[in-house]
C-alpha cells in the first residue's frame, strides 16, 4: 500500500475501472438494488432505462474510486492532498469554529467523502471520525494509527454510549465531527427525499439541537483522477419548535433537503444503496414504516444529553 501515492493517478484509474468493470458484473443483487432505487425516483427525469442503467455505473465505478481514495488519503503528503482536494467556503468553517461550540460536518456517500477529513486535518483542523471498527484488532489499531498520522481522531463506533459521549467531548474540544445524513434504511424520523417518504436517523438533528454545535454541509465532488473540490456551505440552523421530538424531526427534514440537493447535482456520485430495499424483504426501515420496534423516547427538558442522543441512533462515519 505504501507504493500507492508512487502510481501516477491516471494509471490507478484505468485499474480501478477495470476491475469495478468485472465486479458489477459478478455482483447482481447489489446492481439490482441500486437499479431499483434509480428507477423509483429518477424514472421522470430519466424515461430511458439505458440511462438509468448507466448512472447505475457511473455510481458504482464512483463507489470504486472512493475505496481507492481511502487507502491513498492515508499514504500521502499533507501538501499532496491540499493540492488534489480543493477547499471552497472556508470562511465559513473559520466562522463555524470562532463559536467554539464545535462543528457538526453534514455530508453523505457522496463523491470522495472520504478525503473530507484528510483535506481538513491537512489544513490544520481539529478533525474527529466515527468508524465501525473491524473484528480484527490489529487491523483496527493500524488503520487508527494511519488516520493519527494525517490528523484524524478516530472514535470507535461500538459500544455506542462510548461512541456518543466522544462525539460530545469532541464537539466540547471544538472539533469538526463527520456526519454522514444519507442512511435511510433505519432511521425513525419519516422524511422526503426525491419526492418518497423514507425513514432518517434522528442523530445528527439531536446532537445539533442538544449541543448547539454549528452545522455545514459539506460535499466531496470529485471532478478527475487527481482533483476534488470540497465545499463547505453556509450554516444549517436547526429548527426549534415547541418541543424536542417537533424539533428533531423539522430539523431532519431541513437535513435531508440539503442532501437531496446535493445529491441532485451529482447524482452518479452517490452510491444509490442508501434506500429502504425495493425487494420486498422486510428491513428496519419497513419496521420503522409500519411502526414496529418503535422505541419510547424522553422528551423532557431534564434529559441528560447523553442519553438522548444514544437513543438517537447516530449515524456517523
Not at 493540492?83 to 470562532?98: D, F, I, N, Q
Not at 433505519?186 to 452545522?215: I, Q
Not at 470529485?222 to 463547505?232: A, E, Y
Request: glycine share 6%; net charge positive; proline share 5%.
Amino acid at each position: 500500500m505504501r507504493l500507492l501515492p508512487l502510481v501516477p493517478a491516471p494509471i490507478m484509474s484505468v485499474f480501478v475501472r477495470v476491475m469495478s468493470r468485472i465486479l458489477f458484473f459478478f455482483m447482481r443483487d447489489y446492481r439490482k438494488r441500486m437499479s431499483l432505487n434509480v428507477a423509483a425516483v429518477l424514472t421522470q427525469e430519466m424515461p430511458d432505462a439505458k440511462d438509468r442503467e448507466q448512472l447505475v455505473w457511473r455510481a458504482w465505478l464512483n463507489f470504486a474510486e472512493g475505496v481507492l481514495e481511502t487507502i491513498r488519503v492515508m499514504h500521502l503528503s499533507k501538501e499532496r492532498i491540499c493540492a488534489t482536494v480543493h477547499l471552497h467556503g472556508e470562511e465559513h468553517l473559520r466562522s463555524a469554529l470562532a463559536r467554539g461550540k464545535g462543528v457538526l460536518a453534514l455530508s453523505a456517500h457522496l463523491g470522495s467523502f472520504t478525503m473530507i477529513g484528510g483535506r481538513l486535518a491537512a489544513s490544520g483542523y481539529p478533525f474527529s471520525v466515527v468508524i465501525k471498527q473491524p473484528r480484527d484488532q490489529r487491523f483496527a489499531k493500524l488503520m487508527d494509527d494511519y488516520r493519527a498520522q494525517i490528523g484524524i481522531h478516530t472514535i470507535s463506533a461500538k459500544p455506542r454510549r462510548l461512541a456518543v459521549r466522544g462525539i460530545l467531548q469532541a464537539l466540547r474540544e471544538n472539533r469538526i465531527v463527520l456526519i454522514i445524513a444519507d442512511e435511510f434504511r433505519s432511521g425513525d424520523v419519516m422524511v422526503d427525499f426525491f419526492a418518497m417518504k423514507v425513514p432518517a436517523p434522528r442523530g445528527p438533528a439531536t446532537l445539533a439541537l442538544r449541543t448547539e454545535a454549528a452545522t455545514l454541509p459539506m460535499f466531496a465532488v470529485r471532478r478527475s483522477p487527481d482533483h476534488v473540490d470540497l465545499t463547505v456551505n453556509a450554516p444549517i440552523q436547526p429548527v426549534k419548535e415547541d418541543d424536542l421530538e417537533a424539533s428533531v424531526v423539522a430539523t431532519t427534514a431541513l437535513y435531508t433537503r440539503c442532501i437531496e440537493a446535493a445529491v441532485r447535482k451529482n447524482p452518479e456520485q452517490w452510491n444509490w444503496m442508501g434506500l429502504p430495499r425495493r425487494d420486498g424483504k422486510m428491513s428496519r426501515a419497513e419496521m420503522a414504516r409500519t411502526g414496529a420496534g418503535k422505541r419510547s423516547r424522553q422528551t423532557s427538558s431534564g434529559a441528560q444529553p447523553a442519553i438522548e442522543a444514544d437513543q438517537a441512533s447516530v449515524r456517523i462515519k
